[in-house]
Structure formats: structure tokens, C-alpha cells
């Protein structure tokens, strides 16, 4: 046989290489995408703590309010870290990606295995999984872009409303 027929020759064995190489990084991709979205998720957490401390100070302190620039920059950054960890949330949620389905893996290895054009078959199950792999990576992509920014957005107000309370609180002093 020869390599440009397919059946066992070198072009189909690399070919098949190459749609495994490339599952490979997509499932890697999508791991490492999951895996940021967790880190933002705790992060979001962790600052909507320090602002809901650093209200609870700003409240307490006797004869004082909190200006209404603070409260509006507080809102906004509490709503994006919200925002932000529901993203991070949908990421991290059970997703359909395509399969084998162990039940016909199973019976064409009993039926098939020495079947010429076994490779090819393979590949065609390969490249159906990196299709579904690449479709969630782009999805979950777009919204953990989405948690980054409303991440930035919740820093940025954030620092805001601490700025705004230290002036507040020189100028109460």
C-alpha cells in the first residue's frame, strides 16, 4: 500500500497524530480557562469582603456619612465583582462537549479493529471532540473576558470610593 492511499500508510498516521496533538491543547485550553474563571471567582469574593469592611468602618465612624460619590462607587464596583463571579460561575458549569460513547468504542474494537480505514474512523471521532472542545473554549473565552473586565471595572470603583473616603474623612478631621 501506498503512503497516498491512507489506509496504514504514513500520511493517515499523521494526520491522526496531529487531530490528537491538537485535542491535546484544546483540552488543556479549556482546563486553563476553568481554572482562571475559579481564580476570579475568589477574587471577587475576596474584594466585595474588603468593601463591604471598609463600608462597615465608613459607617461607624461617629457624625459622618458616606458621600454620595461613595456609594455610587461602591454600587458600581460591587455590581461588576457580582457580574464578574457570575461569568466566572457559567464557566465553570457542567458543559455538553462531544464524545465517544464508551458503549460503540467498545464494540467496533470487537468488530472493526483490523478493519483497513480503522484510522481514519478514529480521526473522524477525534476531530468531532475538537470541534466541541474549540466551541466551549471560544464561549467560555468571551465570559471570562467579560470577568476580567467587570474585575477591572470593581478595582477601579473600588480605589475610587478609597480615595473618596480619605478625603472625606482629612477634610472631617
Known amino acids: 500500500m501506498s503512503e497516498s492511499d491512507g489506509v496504514g500508510g504514513q500520511v493517515s498516521n ?55 460619590v461613595v456609594r455610587f462607587t461602591v454600587a458600581i464596583a460591587l455590581g461588576s465583582f457580582v457580574v464578574s463571579a457570575a461569568h466566572a460561575l457559567l464557566i465553570n458549569r457542567p458543559q455538553t462537549v462531544l464524545g465517544s460513547d464508551e458503549a460503540d468504542l467498545e464494540q467496533w474494537v470487537n468488530d472493526e479493529w483490523d478493519r483497513p480505514s480503522w484510522e481514519q474512523d478514529v480521526a473522524a471521532m477525534q476531530a468531532t471532540y475538537l470541534t466541541s472542545l474549540r466551541l466551549a473554549n471560544v464561549t467560555n473565552s468571551a465570559r471570562l473576558r467579560w470577568s476580567i473586565i467587570c474585575q477591572i471595572v470593581g478595582i477601579a470603583f473600588t480605589s475610587v470610593s478609597a480615595v473618596v473616603l480619605l478625603v472625606s474623612a482629612g477634610h472631617a478631621a
Open 14 to 68: 499523521s494526520l491522526g497524530l496531529y487531530i490528537a496533538s491538537e485535542v491535546a491543547g484544546a483540552e488543556q485550553d479549556y482546563q486553563n480557562v476553568r481554572n482562571r474563571a475559579t481564580n476570579l471567582m475568589a477574587t471577587s469574593a475576596g474584594l466585595v469582603a474588603l468593601i463591604t469592611g471598609l463600608l462597615a468602618i465608613a459607617v461607624q465612624r461617629a457624625n459622618s456619612s458616606v458621600p454620595i
